[in-house]
């Protein structure tokens, strides 16, 4: 069965570098959410986006910035970054139906700030 | 903001042993979610429960969500060396307009001794 698929897997950039991460949801997900967790931590909610609108936001510092495609991609902008920015970066899908459904997690970005 | 927090944050068992990890919410939930997250993995859910009270079952495990839907406990019975893993409550949050945020709890590390 098709998964959520993130790209690229690992990211190594320096201070102050801006980074772009991808989410291909699983096909006929309409729901795609970001997630940041750090070391030993939780995974920390970001920002959603149901069909192509953003739904909700967290957690996301203002240097970050995301949208939904119309193909239902996702990415995550990542402007000035900082030695606090690495961590996972997980995009996890949901389907329609439903009200409140699991969400399918990809296998995430693991990003490194030098 | 709502918080979800899961006691104990680590726990070390025997195999063979039993193992429960419980979830607290300070706001009454809509649902709660369970994931499991391997070493080096993503979450994977494993199960959405709903209504006051509601127990579930799979296997050798037993999920059950609280009466007042503010807290809600995974118990492995026997467990095995596969069962290694963090171990996430998720409650789902509705805001009042509407919006869908999923909240993790801050996950029981799950270490079996063979």
């Known amino acids: 069965a098709a998964g959520v698929i993130q790209s690229p897997r690992h990211l190594i950039k320096e201070k102050r570098e801006t980074a772009t991460l991808k989410c291909y949801p699983i096909p006929r997900h309409d729901t795609v959410y970001w997630y940041q967790q750090g070391p030993g931590q939780d995974p920390q909610f970001l920002i959603s986006?149901?069909?192509?609108?953003?739904?909700d936001k967290g957690s996301i510092p203002d240097r970050f910035s995301a949208q939904q495609f119309s193909d239902y991609h996702s990415e995550l902008n990542m402007s000035s970054l900082e030695l606090g920015d690495s961590a996972l970066y997980f995009c996890a899908s949901s389907p329609p139906t439903g009200p409140y459904n699991e969400q399918f997690f990809g296998p995430g970005t693991r990003l490194t700030v030098l | 903001g709502q918080q979800v927090m899961q006691i104990p944050q680590y726990q070390h068992v025997q195999e063979g042993e039993d193992f429960t990890t419980y979830c607290n919410s300070s706001t009454t939930l809509s649902n709660i979610q369970w994931y499991k997250q391997r070493p080096g993995g993503h979450p994977v859910f494993l199960i959405q429960l709903v209504k006051s009270g509601e127990v579930k079952k799979q296997k050798r495990l037993t999920f059950q969500f609280g009466e007042a839907k503010k807290n809600s406990s995974l118990h492995i019975t026997a467990t095995q060396t596969t069962d290694v893993g963090t171990y996430f409550c998720a409650g789902l949050f509705i805001s009042n307009f509407g919006n869908e945020k999923l909240t993790f709890g801050t996950g029981t590390r799950l270490t079996i001794i063979p």
């Open positions: 986006f149901y069909e192509k609108m953003q739904s």
